[in-house]
C-alpha cells in the first residue's frame, strides 16, 4: 500500500538536474567570475585561500577590514611596523577593494623594515611588488593600484626603469587617473632613455592640458598646464645640449656637453674596522654634489642577484618572512670633495644581516640615469658623457653605460674570526691610493679638478 | 489550487506573529537604522562601508529567518497534530508541502522587503543621494538575496521532511556556507595547475549538482561601483532560472519523502 | 445496510531495535455499520489512533484491507466524505475560531460565511467566534473542533478522545453534540478508554488490546450476564438450596444469608420461599455487567498476542 513513484516526476527530476547544471557551467559560472568573485583574479589559486574561509564572513568583510585597519593605524602611530603588516595582509584579503590600503601596504613593506641606520631590508621588495600586483587584479578598473606599483620601481628600485614605464602605461590606461600623475611617465621615459617618447608624451600631455584648462579654468588645470610647459622646455634644451638630436641625425658629438666623455676615476677600500662593520673609502672625481654610489654587500651565492641588485619581481604572492639566512645590504655612498667615506654598522641587526655564508660579494655601481640633472647634462641619459678607466661597464645594464666593480670577503673577515681576531681585513680595487686629501685644502682641491666639459686640467 | 493557497497564506500568519523571527527582524532593521554611524569605523569612503554592512545585515538577517521558518515547518506541524485535521480533508501531502513553502516564500518577501525599504530610505537620508539610480542599484542586492532565501527555504522545508529541528538547522546553514563558499573554491581547483584530474572531476561534480548560492552575492559591485559589470540581465536572468529550477527539484524530491513519511 | 468501515487483517508493524517487529495493529477485521455510533476502545497505547490513522491515509498499513464508505483508504474523493477529530488538537492559535473555519473551509472549497456562523452556533461558539483559539477553553477548543469536522457535512466522522481531559459539563456538551450527529444520520467511530462515556451513547463497540481484537458487538449483547443478589434474615440455609439453581453461591453474612444468582432467573420465586417461612427479604439488588467489567475482563484475558 506504499505510494508509487511516479514516473513522470522522476522524469521531472533528471530534467531539472541537468537543466540546472548545465545552465550553472554554461552561462552562470563565467558571468559569476567576471563579475562578482570575491576573490578575483589567478592570486590566490595555488591553494585553498584564506579569502575563501572569510567569505564566511560575508557581507561583514567590509566592516572587519576596517576596523582592523583603524587598528593598524593606533600602531603606525607607535611606530609597530611589526604588527602592522599582518594586519595589513588581513585588511586586504577580507576587503580586496581597499586600495588605501594596498598602498600603505606596499609603502610599510617596501620601505620601513629598516635596520638601525635606517637602510631598510631589500629583501622585502619583492612582497611589495606582489603585494601591488595582487592590488592591481583586485581593482583592475581604478588606476591607482598600476600608478603605486610604477612608483615603486621609479623611486624605491631607482633602477630597471623599464618596469616603472611598463606600470605607469597601464595606469594610463584607467580613464580615472589625475592628469598630473601622467606627467611621472615622461620622467620614466627619461630614464629609460627613450627620449623621444619622453618627449612625445609631454606634447601629448600638454595638448590635452590645454584642452582641460579650455573647457575649465580652474587653478589646477592652470598649474598642471604650467609644469608641462616647463617639462617639455627643460626636455628640449636638455636634448640638445646633451647631444641626442646631434646623435639621432647621425652628427658628431663634438661641442656638446656630453663630449668628450669624463673620467670618473673610481675606486675604492673596504676595511672591515670591526666585526660587522665596514668602513668603505674611495675616490670620485666629480666635484659637483649629488652624487650616489650603490654599495651592495651581500652573499656570493644570493639567489637572483647580480649586478648590485635583486630580482626585484621574483614573487607573485606577498611572503612577510624573508630568508633569514641570506643577507643583503645595500647603502648609497654619498661623494663630496671627490672622496666619499663611510662606516657601515651591521652589528645592531643580525636578523637583517644574518651573515650565515661563506663567501660575500661588494659591488659597487654607479648609473648616471638616476643623477641629478646637472650631472646628467655632462654624462648624458645613458652613460654617453662618462667614462671610467677600470671601471667603465656595458654588460650588467643594457644599453647603458654605468660604473661597475666588485670586491670579495670572507665571513671571517666581515666576522673577524680565525685568523682576522687581530688582523684588520682590507679589501680594495688595484687604483686604490691612501689618499692625502687630510692634508690638502678644500681649495687645492678644486684646482686639480679636470673639467667636466672637456675633461683636461685635472691632476 | 485554493488549498495550496489557504495553507501558504496560514503559514504566512503563523510567521509573521513569531516572537523569534520578529526579534530577529527588529535586530536586522535596528542595525540598518543605526549602519550610517558606522562610516567612522572605515578607513575608506563611508558609502562603501555603508553598502557593504547593510547588505551584509539583510543576507544575515534574512539567512536565519529562511533556517528558523522553515526547519520546524513539517516537525511542528506533526507535534501539534495540525497536521491531521488538514491531511484527513481532501488535501494531498504534496499541496500541503508547496503551501508551507509558499508561505516561507512570501513572509520571506514580506520581512525581506521590510529590510530592504528601511536599507532605502536609510541611504537616502545619508546620502541626500537625488539620483534613484542609485538606490535601485543597491536593492539589487537584496533582489538577488531574496532567490537566494527562496532556495535556502526549500533547501530547509526539504530537509525538514524527515530531519528533527536542530539537525536541520546545522545542516541548512551548513548546505548554504558550503552552497557560498564553494564557487571560489571551485574556481581556485580549476584554475590550479597543480590540482589532480579526479580532484577537478569531483570538484566539477560538486559544482554542478550542489545548490549553488554564490550565484546570487552579486553585492561586490554594489559595493566597489567602480567595478564593470557584463551582461548583468542575462546573468540575473540564469540565476533566477537557475533558482527556480533548483527548489523545483528540491520540492520533488521533498514530495517524494513526504509522500513515504509516515506522520 | 452498507458498512462504513471495513477491515480485513489490517496490520501495522514497527521494527524495534531490540524487540524485533512489533505488531502495533495486528491482523485487525473491523466492522462498522453506516448511521451507528461505534466506540473503539481500549487501554492507551492499544492500537487505537494507529488504526484511525490507517483509515485516514496518514499512515500506511504493513499489510491487510481497508475500506471506508466502499473506497479502499487513502483515496482523496473518500476525503470530501469524512472529517477527523484528532485527539487533544491544537490548531493555530493567532486564529479566531471564524478565521479557523475558513481555512479548515477553504481547503474543501467552501466559502460560505452563513455555514461558518451556523456551525459555530450549532457548538454554541458563535459569541466567541472573533477571539482567538489561543483565548478559548479547552471545551470550547474541543467545540470548535468539531465544527470544524461537519464542515463537510460528513457521512463519517472519526472522533479521537473527543472528552479527554474536558470537565464533566463540557463533557455533557460534547455528548449531546455527538448524538445529535447520529440523529442526522451520520455514521461516528469514537475512540475512547473512557468507558462511561461510550456506554452511554454507543451502538456497538470494539475493544482492542494490543493491537488484537477482544471483543465486538452491540453494546447489549455484550452485557448480557447480569446478576441478582438477594440478602434475608431468619432463613434455613437449606430452603435456598432446595432451589437448585444453576451457578448460583449462598453466603452466610453476619447480617443473614446473601444468595447470588444469574439474572436470568426469576426471583420473585425465591422471595415468595422466603416469605412463605417467615424469613425477611432485605434487599434484592440487580448487578448489572457493566462494560467497564466487560473491558476488565477482555483486556486481562490471557493469551492474547503480543
Redesign the interface.
Known amino acids: 500500500m506504499k505510494q508509487k513513484t511516479s514516473p513522470k516526476l522522476l522524469i521531472a527530476l533528471i530534467l531539472g538536474f541537468i537543466v540546472q547544471g548545465a545552465l550553472q557551467r554554461a552561462v552562470i559560472f563565467d558571468l559569476w567570475t567576471k563579475n562578482y568573485n570575491p576573490g578575483k583574479g589567478k592570486l590566490l589559486s595555488n591553494a585553498m585561500s584564506p579569502d575563501q574561509i572569510l567569505a564566511v564572513l560575508g557581507g561583514f568583510r567590509e566592516i572587519t577590514a576596517g576596523i582592523l585597519w583603524v587598528k593598524a593605524d593606533s600602531f603606525f602611530d607607535q611606530g609597530n611596523y611589526d604588527a602592522i603588516l599582518p594586519l595589513i595582509r588581513l585588511v586586504t584579503m577580507l576587503d580586496p577593494n581597499e586600495i588605501d590600503v594596498y598602498a600603505t601596504g606596499m609603502w610599510h613593506i617596501g620601505y620601513n623594515f629598516t635596520d638601525e641606520e635606517q637602510r631598510s631590508d631589500r629583501r622585502y621588495i619583492p612582497s611589495a611588488l606582489a603585494l601591488g600586483k595582487e592590488g592591481t587584479l583586485h581593482n583592475p578598473d581604478t588606476y591607482e593600484l598600476f600608478f603605486e606599483e610604477g612608483w615603486m620601481w621609479y623611486h624605491k628600485i631607482d633602477d630597471d626603469y623599464d618596469n616603472a614605464v611598463k606600470w605607469f602605461l597601464k595606469a594610463q590606461e584607467r580613464p580615472d587617473m589625475l592628469p598630473a600623475r601622467k606627467n611621472l611617465l615622461g620622467m620614466a621615459y627619461q630614464r629609460t632613455g627613450e627620449i623621444n617618447k619622453s618627449i612625445d608624451t609631454y606634447y601629448r600631455l600638454y595638448d590635452q592640458s590645454l584642452k582641460q584648462f579650455a573647457n575649465e579654468a580652474a587653478f589646477s588645470n592652470h598649474q598642471n598646464r604650467d609644469t608641462l610647459e616647463g617639462n617639455l622646455d627643460n626636455m628640449l634644451v636638455r636634448a640638445v645640449q646633451r647631444g641626442y638630436v646631434a646623435e639621432k641625425d647621425g652628427r658628431p658629438l663634438n661641442g656638446y656637453d656630453v663630449y668628450p666623455p669624463f673620467d670618473v676615476g673610481f675606486s675604492v677600500k673596504a676595511t672591515v674596522v670591526e666585526p660587522r662593520v665596514i668602513r668603505f673609502e674611495g675616490t670620485w672625481n666629480v666635484l659637483p654634489v649629488g652624487t650616489r654610489i650603490r654599495a651592495v654587500l651581500r652573499d656570493k651565492d644570493f639567489p637572483g642577484a647580480h649586478g648590485a641588485e635583486l630580482e626585484w619581481d621574483a614573487r607573485d604572492s606577498v611572503n612577510l618572512d624573508p630568508p633569514k639566512d641570506q643577507t643583503f645590504m645595500q647603502e648609497q655612498l654619498f661623494v663630496k670633495n671627490r672622496r666619499f667615506n663611510k662606516k657601515v654598522d651591521m652589528s645592531k641587526d643580525p636578523t637583517m644581516y644574518p651573515f650565515t655564508k661563506d663567501k660575500y660579494v661588494l659591488e659597487f655601481y654607479y648609473n648616471p640615469r638616476s643623477a641629478p640633472p646637472h650631472i646628467q647634462d655632462k654624462f648624458g641619459w645613458s652613460g654617453q658623457g662618462m667614462t671610467d678607466k677600470n671601471f667603465i661597464n656595458t654588460d650588467v645594464r643594457k644599453n647603458q653605460r654605468v660604473v661597475y666593480a666588485t670586491l670579495e670577503l670572507t665571513k671571517d673577515q666581515i666576522l673577524r674570526y680565525g685568523e682576522w681576531v687581530d688582523k684588520t681585513p682590507i679589501a680594495k680595487t688595484a687604483n686604490y691610493h691612501e689618499s692625502n686629501s687630510d692634508s690638502g685644502s678644500n681649495d687645492d682641491v678644486i684646482l686639480k679638478v679636470p673639467s667636466l666639459r672637456s675633461g683636461v686640467g685635472g691632476k | 489550487m ?2 495550496i ?3 501558504a497564506a ?1 503559514t504566512v ?2 510567521a509573521i ?1 513569531r516572537r523569534v523571527l520578529l526579534v530577529i527582524l527588529l535586530i536586522g532593521v535596528l542595525f540598518i537604522v543605526v549602519a550610517p554611524g ?1 562610516g567612522i ?4 569612503s563611508e558609502t ?2 555603508l553598502r ?2 547593510m ?6 538577517v534574512s539567512m536565519i529567518i529562511a533556517v528558523i521558518l522553515t526547519v520546524y515547518m513539517i516537525p511542528n506541524e506533526i507535534e ?3 497536521i ?9 501531502r504534496w499541496q500541503f508541502l508547496v503551501g508551507k513553502y509558499l508561505g516561507a516564500v512570501l513572509s520571506l518577501l514580506l520581512m525581506m522587503s521590510m529590510m530592504s525599504a528601511v536599507m532605502g530610505v536609510m541611504f537616502f537620508l545619508q546620502q541626500q543621494s537625488k539620483n534613484p539610480g542609485e538606490i535601485a542599484d543597491l536593492l539589487k542586492g537584496p533582489a538577488m538575496y531574496f532567490i537566494q532565501m527562496c532556495l535556502l527555504a526549500a533547501v530547509g522545508i526539504f530537509f525538514s521532511t524527515f530531519l528533527p529541528p536542530l539537525v536541520n538547522f546545522f545542516l541548512s546553514i551548513g548546505v548554504f ?1 558550503v552552497g ?2 564553494f ?3 571551485f ?2 581547483l580549476q ?2 595547475k ?1 590540482t589532480a584530474p579526479m580532484v577537478k572531476l569531483i570538484a566539477q561534480g560538486v ?3 550542489l545548490p ?1 548560492f ?2 546570487y ?5 554594489i ?2 561601483p ?7 540581465g ?2 540575473f536572468l ?2 533566477t ?2 533558482g527556480v ?2 527548489i ?2 528540491l520540492l ?2 521533498g ?2 519523502i513526504f ?2 513519511r ?2 | 445496510m452498507a458498512a462504513a468501515i471495513e477491515t480485513k487483517q489490517l496490520t501495522k508493524s514497527y521494527k524495534a531495535r531490540q524487540a524485533g517487529t512489533i505488531n502495533v495493529v495486528d491482523h485487525l477485521d473491523l466492522h462498522v455499520e453506516e448511521g451507528e455510533i461505534f466506540g473503539f476502545l481500549g487501554p492507551n497505547g492499544a492500537g487505537k489512533t494507529t488504526t484511525i490513522k490507517m483509515l485516514l491515509g496518514i499512515i500506511y498499513p504493513t499489510s491487510g484491507e481497508g475500506y471506508v464508505l466502499g473506497k479502499e483508504i487513502g483515496d482523496m474523493d473518500v476525503h470530501r466524505l469524512i472529517s477527523y477529530l484528532p485527539e487533544r488538537p491544537y490548531y493555530y492559535e493567532h486564529m479566531t475560531g471564524l478565521e479557523l473555519l475558513k481555512f479548515y473551509g477553504s481547503l474543501f472549497g467552501i466559502t460560505d460565511k452563513e455555514k461558518f456562523v451556523q456551525l459555530l452556533e450549532k457548538v454554541n461558539l458563535h459569541r466567541d467566534m472573533t477571539k482567538p483559539i489561543s483565548n478559548y477553553s479547552k471545551g470550547m477548543q474541543q467545540r470548535v473542533g468539531l465544527a470544524q469536522s461537519l464542515l463537510n457535512d460528513p457521512k463519517l466522522l472519526f472522533l479521537d478522545e473527543p472528552t479527554g481531559g474536558l470537565d464533566p459539563i463540557a463533557h455533557r456538551e460534547i455528548r449531546d453534540l455527538i448524538l445529535s450527529f447520529r440523529d442526522e444520520g451520520r455514521t461516528v467511530f469514537i475512540s475512547s478508554h473512557e468507558l462511561s462515556e461510550v456506554e452511554l451513547i454507543c451502538d456497538r463497540v470494539a475493544i482492542i488490546n494490543r493491537g488484537v481484537i477482544a471483543a465486538q458487538g452491540k453494546l447489549t449483547e455484550l452485557l448480557k450476564g447480569g446478576r441478582i443478589e438477594i440478602t434475608a434474615e431468619d432463613v434455613p440455609a437449606s430452603l435456598l438450596s432446595d432451589f437448585n439453581i444453576v451457578d448460583a453461591n449462598i453466603r452466610t453474612l453476619p447480617s443473614g444469608l446473601l444468595l447470588d444468582m444469574p439474572e436470568e432467573n426469576d426471583p420473585n420465586s425465591v422471595i415468595d420461599a422466603i416469605r412463605a417461612h417467615k424469613g425477611r427479604v432485605i434487599s434484592v439488588v440487580p448487578r448489572r455487567k457493566r462494560l467497564e467489567d466487560l473491558f476488565v475482563e477482555t483486556v486481562s484475558t490471557p493469551g492474547v498476542k503480543s
Open positions: 485554493r488549498p493557497l489557504s495553507i496560514t500568519g503563523e506573529r558606522l569605523l572605515s578607513a575608506r562603501t562601508v557593504a554592512f547588505l551584509g545585515v539583510i543576507q544575515g501539534r497534530r495540525t491531521y485535521t488538514i491531511l484527513s480533508k481532501p488535501v494531498q556556507l557560498t563558499f564557487n571560489p573554491l574556481q581556485t584554475e590550479n597543480n559544482n554542478t549538482f549553488n554564490a550565484n552575492n552579486v553585492q561586490n559591485p559595493i566597489n567602480t567595478q564593470q559589470i557584463q551582461n548583468e542575462r546573468y540564469g540565476v532560472v537557475y529550477v533548483y523545483s527539484i520533488i524530491i514530495i517524494l509522500d513515504r509516515e506522520v
